[in-house]
Each structure stands twice: as C-alpha cells, then as structure tokens.
C-alpha cells in the first residue's frame, strides 16, 4: 500500500509570500470560468450562529491540470478587534486530491478569505464597472477594506480614494498607509461621499442598510461583500431594485447576502438578477447595457474561490521547505 503524502502546514506568512493581488485575480477567475463550464461545483454552505458571531463552512471541488476539494471552516466575530484583540476572521481550509481524497494541506484561511473575496470585487469590476471610473468609495476600511483598496487599484485606473467607516481611526489608518501613491481622503459625511464614486466597496459587518437609491449616483458599479449572513445587509431593497444585479452565486445570495433581503420585502429574482458572474466572464450575458445603470454586484464569496486559491498556494507552496506533517500510520 502506497503512503500518503505529507500534509503542508500552510501558514499566512507563508501565504503572504506566495501570492500577489494578480495571483488571487486569476485563481478566481479560473473558478469562475471553470464553473461556467461545468468543471467545479460548490453545495450550499453550513452557518452556525455562535452568541457573539458565527461559523460558515464552505466546500467546493474543481477540476484543473488535477482535480481539487476543499472545505473552508471560518469564524466570524466582528467584535473580536475591539473586545479581544483578535481577528475578526480565523479559520482553516483543508486541500485534498480531488482523484483519489489524499490530504494535501491545511492552510490558514485569514488571508485567503479577504484576498479571493476582494479579487472576486476586481474581477466583477473589470467585466462590470465604467472603463472610465476613476474614483473609488471604500465602507468599511477593516481589513477588508484595505485587501478591496489593494485588488481594485490593481484593474481600475484610480485617481482619487475615499474612506468611511465608523470609527474614522479606521479610515485613517488606511489613509496614512496611502498617503503619497494617490489622492485619498478620510471622509465622515457618507451620503456627501456616494455621489462622487464611480466604484463603491460595502465592507462592512452591518445589520441593517446603510445605502440606499437616492445616494448612489447614475453608472455607478456597487460590490457589496459584507452580508455574509441571512442577518446583514448593507444595501436597501430600493437601491437593489434600482440596479442591476450580477451575483457571484444566485443561489447563495437567495440564502443571504443583499439579494436575499430585497426578495424578502417583495421584490422579484426575475426583475433584480441579470446573471451571475460566471456568465458575464463567459460571454453568455451581457454585463453593462448602458453607461447610465447601476450595477451591483452582490458578493456571499464562494467555496468555488477558495478551493481555486487554495489550489494556486499550494502549488507554490510544494517543495518549497513549507512545513508538513506526515499522516502515515494514523
């Protein structure tokens, strides 16, 4: 009988190291593309609501040069900064050989998470953005924020950056950290804001709306990342009936996110959805019509994006002195 493989300890330095924004781009859009073409599956994910925060377990497989499972266990507790000084997002994803279900790695699943969600952001906003948006709203400047700032400066041509968020140390932090490379500006006044952006990123924890239709200006691209859960929202039903919808999973979003508390006030799939990504990415719908539609692209992050990057890491990671524990005889 053959043994199996060692198991990588992936760790986030480890990750950090290895991957680029460009890197996390295009192991999304391999995820995508791949499941557009029948070549990746993902089943509904598992919420475990805790007293201060919650779990998600997130599986997907694809299939590449090797076929490829993962299953993603995070934690997230959005007052765990504050209160414990600890990360809002901590968790694991363990890689497996999609052929024969050898474990391959266990990886740190922080960066990771905020590196393939705000890479899923930039690639919706490439397909799905004005080609001329030059100036960029980030709410909610955790570290989600900051990731989302780093992967759409990547792909857009930015000239000016504002930052909001409730605590302006926040938006200050990210703010000094720019300072120099682009016109950035720490802004309090939200609805003052949102006129001015041609692109927004909702990155936030909140529970109850916070944009609504009469903010958001006309061509304006909107991707909303923080409703991770049936209990947020960041978006108003009025603001999603007003837009465009593109999805990173339709079904997903049924199940939370701002699509799901747009249907739950009345409003019709049929008349909010255009597509999911995938199908912008493939050419099988159109994804902007006219330069005047807002568009909003409304983000649950996918197992699909995780078993992709985690796929990409790994790759890198192999034969490189990453630590690694042997299974053999357990």
């Not at 300890?9 to 680029?20: E, G, L, N, Y």
């Not at 089943?43 to 925060?53: K, N």
Request: proline content about 5%; charged content about 20%; glycine content about 8%.
């Amino acid at each position: 009988m053959l043994t199996p493989p060692d198991v990588l300890i992936i760790r986030r330095a480890d990750i950090i190291s290895t991957m680029t924004p460009a890197d996390y781009l295009e192991a999304v859009e391999r995820a995508f593309r791949a499941s557009a073409a029948g070549k990746a599956s993902a089943p509904p994910p598992l919420h475990l609501p805790m007293v201060r925060g919650a779990f998600h377990a997130k599986g997907a497989s694809i299939s590449m040069e090797r076929d490829y499972a993962a299953v993603k266990l995070n934690g997230n507790f959005p007052g765990n900064p504050a209160e414990l000084g600890l990360p809002t997002i901590q968790g694991a994803i363990v890689l497996a050989d999609g052929n024969d279900g050898s474990l391959l790695a266990v990886l740190d699943s922080i960066e990771v998470t905020l590196r393939r969600t705000a890479a899923a952001s930039a690639l919706a906003a490439q397909a799905l953005a004005r080609p001329d948006s030059s100036t960029l709203l980030i709410c909610g400047c955790g570290e989600q924020g900051r990731a989302h700032l780093e992967a759409l400066s990547e792909v857009l041509s930015l000239k000016r950056v504002l930052l909001w968020d409730r605590d302006r140390r926040a938006s200050q932090s990210i703010a000094d950290e720019w300072s120099g490379r682009m016109e950035i500006e720490v802004v309090d006044d939200l609805p003052d804001a949102v006129p001015m952006a041609q692109v927004i990123a909702c990155c936030t924890s909140a529970r109850e709306p916070y944009l609504d239709a009469g903010m958001v200006g006309r061509g304006t691209f909107v991707s909303a990342v923080g409703a991770d859960n049936p209990d947020k929202s960041e978006l108003t039903p009025g603001l999603m009936a007003e837009a465009a919808i593109v999805t990173d999973s339709t079904a997903q979003c049924l199940a939370m996110g701002d699509l799901h508390h747009a249907i739950a006030s009345g409003l019709t799939i049929e008349d909010l959805v255009r597509a999911e990504l995938a199908e912008v990415l493939t050419g099988a719908t159109q994804g902007r019509r006219s330069p005047e539609e807002i568009i909003i692209f409304d983000s649950t992050g996918t197992g699909l994006q995780d078993v992709a990057a985690a796929a990409a890491i790994y790759q890198r990671c192999a034969g490189r002195g990453v630590a690694s524990v042997s299974l053999a005889g357990v």
